[in-house]
C-alpha cells in the first residue's frame, strides 16, 4: 500500500459545514494530490502539493483547500460541504514531480454531503 | 472530446478468456500509466509505460507512441482479475495526470 493512509475512510456530512480530509505517507515522497472520482467522470485533481508548503490548484478546485504543513501529511478542507462535493476522494503520491515515476494511491474517502 | 478514451466501458468475460483493454488519446504524452480498482478498494498501479511493452504475471501493456495508442492484454483471465481499469496520461511538459473513465472487467467463472 506504500505507506498511504487516508482517513476517514467515510464520513457524511450536513451541507454547508466544513470538512478535513487526511492523507498521511510514510514513504516520504516529495509530491502529493488529492483527486475526486464520480460515476461517469474520470479521477480528476483538486490540488496537489510538490513541498512543504508548495501547494497547487487541478482542474476542479473551487470550494476546496488544502495544506501541507509537513511531508507526511498532506490535508484537504471543504471550507463549506454542498451536495456537489459528495464523491470518493483519493490522495496519491509519487516521488518525482509529474508523477513519471509509479503513482501510489490511497484506499480513498467516501464523503457524503446531505 | 475527451483526452482520453477507454474501449470498452464495460466488458464480461468467460474464465480463461485472453482479455484486450484499449486506450487512445489525444494530447502528447512523456507516460502512460494503466491502473486497477477493485469494487470498493483503493488503486493500484500496474504500469507506467513510455514506450514498447512491459509485461508482469499474466498482463502484458503496450503502447503506440505514433498511433497514441496502448493496450492492456490479460492471458488466462480469471475472476479476480474483476475489477475496474484505468488509463492514464501524463501530458508533456505537465505534473499532472489526465484519467480515462475506465473499463469495468468482469471475469465469469
Known amino acids: 500500500d506504500a505507506g498511504i493512509t487516508q482517513s476517514p475512510r467515510h464520513k457524511v456530512t450536513e451541507t454547508g459545514t466544513p470538512v478535513t480530509l487526511r492523507c498521511h505517507q510514510t514513504?516520504?515522497?516529495?509530491?502529493m494530490y488529492w483527486y475526486r472520482q464520480d460515476p461517469g467522470h474520470g479521477l480528476r485533481l483538486i490540488h496537489y502539493s510538490y513541498g512543504v508548503k508548495d501547494t497547487d490548484k487541478g482542474e476542479v478546485s473551487d470550494g476546496y483547500s488544502v495544506s501541507r504543513s509537513k511531508t507526511e501529511d498532506f490535508l484537504l478542507t471543504l471550507e463549506s460541504a454542498t451536495s456537489s462535493q459528495t464523491s470518493v476522494y483519493f490522495c496519491?503520491?509519487?516521488?518525482?514531480?509529474?508523477?513519471?515515476?509509479?503513482?501510489?494511491f490511497g484506499q480513498g474517502t467516501r464523503l457524503t454531503v446531505v | 472530446k475527451n483526452e482520453v478514451e477507454q474501449s470498452p466501458q464495460n466488458l464480461t468475460a468467460q474464465e480463461g478468456e485472453f482479455i484486450t483493454i484499449n486506450c487512445s488519446y489525444s494530447?502528447?504524452?512523456?507516460?502512460l500509466h494503466w491502473l486497477q480498482q477493485h469494487p470498493g478498494g483503493g488503486i493500484v498501479s500496474l504500469f507506467m509505460?513510455?514506450?514498447g511493452k512491459k509485461k508482469h504475471g499474466r498482463l502484458i501493456a503496450t503502447i503506440n507512441i505514433q498511433e497514441k495508442h496502448s493496450s492492456l492484454h490479460i492471458t488466462a483471465s480469471h475472476p479476480r482479475d474483476s475489477a475496474v481499469y484505468i488509463c492514464?496520461?501524463?501530458?508533456?511538459?505537465?505534473?499532472?495526470?489526465?484519467f480515462g473513465k475506465g473499463t469495468k472487467l468482469s471475469v465469469i467463472p
Open positions: 514513504e516520504n515522497h516529495r509530491y
Open positions: 494530447v502528447g504524452i512523456s507516460a
Open positions: 492514464a496520461v501524463q501530458r508533456t511538459g505537465s505534473y499532472q495526470l489526465t
Open positions: 509505460l513510455s514506450s
Open positions: 496519491a503520491i509519487s516521488r518525482t514531480g509529474g508523477m513519471n515515476t509509479e503513482a501510489f
